[in-house]
Every structure is written in C-alpha cells, then in structure tokens.
C-alpha cells in the first residue's frame, strides 16, 4: 500500500513539471482505481482497506502535483511580486 502511494506521489511529481494541466489526472484517478482494486483482489483484501488505499494513492497523486506545481511557480521568473499565481491581482 505504502509503495503504490509513493509510486502515485512521484507520478504527481512528474506530471506537474511536465506542465501538464490538472485534468491529466483523471486517467490517472481511474489507472488507480483500477490498480487498487486488482491488488485488493489479488491480495484478498476487503473493502476498507482497499477504500483506505485508494483514497491514500489519490492524494499522493494530487499532493504530488501540487508540489511540483508550486515549486514551479516560486521559481519562474515570469512571476513576480505584483500577481498571483501569474494573474495580475486586479483580476481578484
């Protein structure tokens, strides 16, 4: 369980400095519930410790992305002091 979270973290990691958009992890979501649900199978495992799995790998893939997402914005040099997040503020 633990593995496939990290596994999942690393691919947030990845797919948030190639600059993909947010809507990549979709298919990832459903590759997870995939995955978990034949480990869960495999493994005879019942139904809340594959919940507990699938929400912990989920969240690894989104914490991931978002990591990867801000460290990106807090080092471009397009950004500076004056927007948020790369939007000027007068649009908040």
Same mark, same amino acid.
């Given at each position: 369980?633990?593995?496939?979270?990290?596994?999942?973290?690393?691919?947030?990691? @990845?797919? /948030?400095?190639?600059?993909?958009?947010?809507?990549?992890?979709?298919?990832?979501?459903?590759?997870?519930?995939?995955?978990?649900?034949?480990? *869960?199978?495999?493994?005879?495992?019942?139904?809340?410790?594959?919940?507990?799995?699938?929400? @912990?790998?989920?969240?690894?893939?989104?914490?991931?992305? @978002?990591?990867?997402?801000? *460290?990106?914005? *807090?080092?471009?040099?397009?950004?500076?002091?004056?927007?948020?997040? /790369?939007?000027?503020r007068s649009n908040f």
């Amino acid at each position: 369980m633990v593995s496939v979270t990290l596994l999942a973290t690393v691919i947030g990691l @990845l797919v /948030g400095n190639a600059r993909y958009n947010v809507f990549t992890l979709l298919p990832a979501h459903l590759l997870i519930f995939v995955i978990d649900a034949a480990i *869960s199978i495999r493994g005879d495992l019942g139904l809340w410790p594959t919940v507990m799995m699938t929400a @912990l790998t989920v969240t690894g893939l989104q914490v991931g992305y @978002l990591v990867s997402v801000l *460290s990106r914005l *807090s080092r471009d040099d397009k950004v500076s002091a004056r927007t948020t997040f /790369g939007l000027p503020r007068s649009n908040f």
